[in-house]
């Protein structure tokens, strides 16, 4: 396998209106264009999607409005995305491999190269790829299909990974 793609947080808090995280109309162009991503795809790509749940008593959250509680439908992935991952990941912090199944999922296909989507360019991106180079994969950032609750934290999410990462971002 050459490549997998990974989603982060592709759920309600952000997408909805009524979510505890909602990103308005960065969530809006961001779901247009990752639906035309998906839809490019061919039929046997692996895309897996990782989503933050949170227990009511993480300590983790203290300073910042927690979200993603457990049970709440701000876990939910948006209804026009669920048809597409093949594999599903739960994780309590912005690092999808924190106390997560994804390294052991990552070993059985060998890709050479991740490709990552998603919400919170300065957090979930931004720790997610940070790992991946740190196991030696390569990564890939499509700028257009990442997102940050602001144009200053998406720009710094963005540089950090692609001069102190060498991820690639395009």
Same mark, same amino acid.
């Given at each position: 396998m050459d490549?997998?793609? $990974?989603?982060?947080? $592709?759920q309600r808090s952000y997408f909805s209106s009524d979510g505890t995280r909602y990103l308005g109309e960065r969530a809006n162009i961001l779901k247009i264009r990752l639906l035309d991503f998906f839809n490019s795809l061919p039929n046997d790509a692996l895309v897996y999607f990782s989503r933050?749940?949170?227990q009511t008593n993480d300590?983790?959250?203290q300073s910042i409005k927690s979200h993603a509680i457990v049970g709440s439908p701000d876990v939910?992935?948006?209804e026009a995305f669920k048809r597409y991952p093949k594999f599903?990941?739960?994780t309590t912090r912005y690092n999808a491999f924190y106390m997560t199944p994804l390294d052991?999922? $990552?070993r059985k296909h060998t890709p050479k190269t991740v490709i990552l989507v998603g919400v919170e360019t300065h957090t979930n991106i931004l720790f997610t790829a940070e790992?991946?180079?740190?196991?030696?994969?390569e990564v890939i950032v499509h700028e257009a299909l990442v997102t940050a609750e602001d144009d200053y934290m998406h720009a710094t999410g963005v540089t950090i990974m692609s001069n102190a990462l060498s991820v690639h971002v395009d």
């Open positions: 490549s997998i793609i $990974l989603a982060l947080s $592709l933050e749940v949170h300590s983790f959250y939910e992935i948006v599903m990941i739960n052991s999922e $990552l790992e991946l180079r740190n196991r030696g994969y």
